[in-house]
């Protein structure tokens, strides 16, 4: 039987892309095969996000230049799968008549029913009920060798920060069990994965309402004792209050666990991080920022910020600017405040002019590009172990990878392979990535 065509397109975060990897993997057991030229697809899926008002319009942009596809080719079929897709459910389908398919976030693993019901009965089709028994089904896994991979162990959120609107389209959140994020990891490590990244929206409060008990350090201590070893493990969101003493001391303890923490504060006023519904403060946030670096001094701190959140005063921006200064982060996302459906802030009247968010954000930004460059050219002349991703996209003829404080290095070197950790000599710094010389291959 011919193959057919899919194409993806993945808007925001790392758990999209993981959930687009397993879109993927579904769809190739159905006779399916990925394309990276749209035009030649038979399924186009965007698997979307509306974390913030700009990413939900690039989505809207997209699909409007899909029309002109679908008027060329009447047997193609377009999906939209993700938060756009759980939010506006079938006003989507009311909207865009030449869209086929809405999946929402907990309905990835229907794809290839849903696809076959509507190639056999040929009418539109909205998913997005929430199904909590959650996608337990372990990740296929990639066809090819990759070096690095993301492993989901939890989905939702029950922090209900007041911007945001991950709890009301990914649902409350829920830990996956052990067995099967283990199951998943081994599988990753004998198809010669050399570093896991662990995601979820909140992964410090993992094992919530799971038995046995077990906290997210002993869930990472589990996947570091698994056989052949990792070399690195990292974990993505992280929220400040569940940062717990057991998990700093993992820094020291856990061999794989990489040296650098993304830990978002999102603002430098305690007001304002009330506001947010945050369960911080400013002072909580700098104290584990210290125990941190006492445990691991040379640990790289990331983060993201929002200007402009209603009512932020100058006052409490420039607390926001000091923290930037006292935390000396490595790199940070920033992002102007904007209203999201659902959320508690949008209904806030006391909002910022776009101007004034404007130029805090530049303002902001300006601060920490001048830290994160002199944090990087601190690192000229130190070796640093990098784990070899592939050729440069940027610069041609060199080769790129990342350092264990997750630090773009690119270098020049014929003679290592993808996946290999080289020892690269840094020579020169610019505030987002590092270039240098191999040492040792
Ligand atoms: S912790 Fe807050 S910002 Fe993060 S996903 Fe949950 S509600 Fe959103």
Redesign the pocket.
Known sequence: MKQRQLYVETFGCQMNDYDSEIMVCLMEDKNYVQTQNINQADLILLNTCSIREKAEQKVYSYLGRLRGLKEKNPDLLIGITGCVAQQQGKKLLNDLPYLDLVVGTHGIYRLPQLVEEINKKGHQICWTNFDYKLNNATHPGPNQIIVKANLAIMQG?D???TY?V??YVRGREISRPVPDILEEAGGLLANGVKEITLLG??VNSYGRGLEPKITFTGLIKKIADLPPALSRLRFV?S?PKDLSVELIRAFDEVKPLCEHVHLPVQSGSTRILKAMHRKYTREEYLSKVAELRDVCPDIALTTDVIVGFPGETQADFDQTMDLLDRVNFDGIFSFKYSDRPMTQAMKLRNKIPEEVKSARLTELQALQKNISLKKNQALVGQELEVLVEGPSKRIAGQLTGRTRTNKIVNFACETVSRGSLVNVLIEAASANTLRGTVRHE
């Open positions: 959120c922090n209900f920060c945001c991950v709890p929206q909140n969101t929220h």
